[in-house]
């Protein structure tokens, strides 16, 4: 029966490590709408967003599934537990994806980044696409220390964020306002993207320590 139970809990972190792929591939795609101006490209991220919320919806019924199977205690309920939660962060990373995608959609056929920024979001695009994948091989092997490595390459979209606000203040921006609204929420997104890829590698932590790293700043 435990042998059976832990099997399980196996698929439930194979079902999550693959929610990572595709939260991946949403932001890889919806980047690529925003910096070529690329509407296909836009919707495609649009369509497939449901194959994401089916999946957490999955994953929750899988946890609950597993709690309902047997009472599990100490490292095996932390897994059900940090499953649930880490569902919760891998949808919204895909929401973000498709906030992206929605913009480039909303502004087609005009580009929705000036020149000056398309740097910073080809960046921060990439870095996102990282956390992402980072976060699925900490799902797959538990490496602690792999974890909280994530917290810290989360600093680098931490910089970029800054320096973004630093050319959108700058007096002699000369895009407008809406263009700079755009780009703000934009810039958002990613930051917070590459916040609940953290917060996956985080619960990853708490199944194997018992502790919840950072827990007094977390957003769920």
């Known amino acids: 029966m435990r042998e059976a139970y ?13 929610m990572c792929s595709m939260v991946a591939e949403a932001m890889e795609l919806a980047t690529r709408s925003l ?5 296909g490209i836009a919707e495609q991220v649009i369509s497939g967003d449901e194959k994401i919320d089916d999946a957490r919806s999955s994953c929750e019924e899988h946890a609950y599934a597993l709690l309902a199977l047997q009472a599990p205690v100490a ?11 880490a569902a919760e962060s891998l949808e919204r990373m895909g ?9 480039a959609r ?8 000036p020149a000056p920024v398309h740097g910073y979001f080809a960046e921060m695009g990439r870095v996102a696409v990282a956390l992402a994948a980072q976060a699925e091989e900490v799902i797959r092997s538990q490496d602690v220390d792999a974890a909280r ?6 600093d680098e979209m931490d910089d970029l964020h800054r320096h973004l606000f630093t050319v959108l203040m700058d007096k002699e921006w000369p895009h407008g306002v809406a263009a700079a609204v755009d780009v703000t929420l934009l810039g ?3 930051e917070r993207y590459a916040d609940h890829a953290v917060s996956v590698a985080k ?18």
Not at 75 to 84: K, P
Request: glycine fraction near 6%; aromatic fraction near 6%; avoid cysteine.
């Open 75 to 85: 490292t095996d309920l932390r897994t059900v537990l940090a499953a649930i939660h």
């Open 106 to 113: 909303r502004r087609h056929p005009a580009p929705v980044l």
């Open 6 to 18: 832990h099997l399980e809990l196996g698929k439930l972190a194979d079902h999550l490590a693959g």
């Open 149 to 154: 490595a994530l917290e810290d390459a989360d």
């Open 95 to 103: 929401d973000l994806a498709l906030h992206v995608a929605k913009a």
């Open 35 to 39: 910096l070529e101006t690329n509407l």
């Open 188 to 190: 958002r997104f990613y």
């Open 203 to 220: 619960r990853v932590v708490f199944v194997v320590t018992g502790r919840m790293p950072g827990a007094a700043d977390e957003d769920f």
